[in-house]
């Protein structure tokens, strides 16, 4: 099953080197690692916000539900600002997406720190996702070791 547990029957394929749909230089098969060598930044986002809406769409059709857990820092920031954006922005059931935090950082969520902000800002405060889809790290309840 590919990531998510899709079934490969519903999951929509990846783009192959040199497609249309595709972004990517090369791709380089490692033993059953496919590593793609976007042209840049820009190029990743879109790449990586093709692959986020299909599977997006794949998953709310066969299980009602995507589930999506989300990293901080600067370099998720090009795909989530991409997904804010037409036409990644109108292509994604945003009412059976669920996303959740891989990390945060013990600090209050405005902070500029904070990786929950980030993903605010660059993504959430641009799509019609419902709030009780959206799981953060309740970091106001916990305080540094």
Same mark, same amino acid.
């Given at each position: 099953?590919?990531?998510? %547990?899709?079934? &490969? ?8 080197? %040199? #497609? ?5 230089? =090369?791709?380089?098969?490692?033993? =059953? ?8 930044? &820009?190029?990743? %986002?879109?790449?990586?916000?093709? !692959?986020? #809406?299909?599977?997006? =769409?794949?998953?709310? !059709?066969?299980?009602?539900?995507? !589930?999506?857990?989300?990293s ?17 922005? &109108? ?5 059976? $997406? ?8 013990? $600090? +209050? ?9 980030? *993903? ?9 996702? +419902?709030?009780?889809?959206?799981? =953060? $790290? +309740? *970091?106001?309840? !916990? #305080?540094?070791k």
């Amino acid at each position: 099953m590919p990531s998510g %547990g899709i079934p &490969s029957s519903v999951a929509p394929p990846m783009p192959s080197a %040199g #497609s249309s749909q595709s972004a990517t230089k =090369r791709t380089r098969a490692t033993g =059953r690692t496919r590593i793609h060598i976007a042209a840049g930044p &820009s190029a990743l %986002g879109c790449e990586a916000a093709e !692959r986020f #809406s299909a599977l997006a =769409r794949c998953a709310a !059709r066969a299980q009602g539900v995507f !589930r999506v857990a989300l990293s901080g820092g600067t370099t998720p920031r090009v795909l989530y600002a991409t997904l804010a954006k037409a036409p990644y922005r &109108s292509r994604i059931p945003w009412d059976s $997406v669920q996303l959740f935090w891989t990390d945060e950082r013990c $600090v +209050p969520i405005d902070h500029p720190a904070s990786n929950f902000a980030m *993903v605010r800002e660059s993504l959430l405060d641009y799509v019609p996702i +419902p709030p009780a889809n959206v799981h =953060r $790290v +309740p *970091v106001e309840h !916990r #305080s540094p070791k």
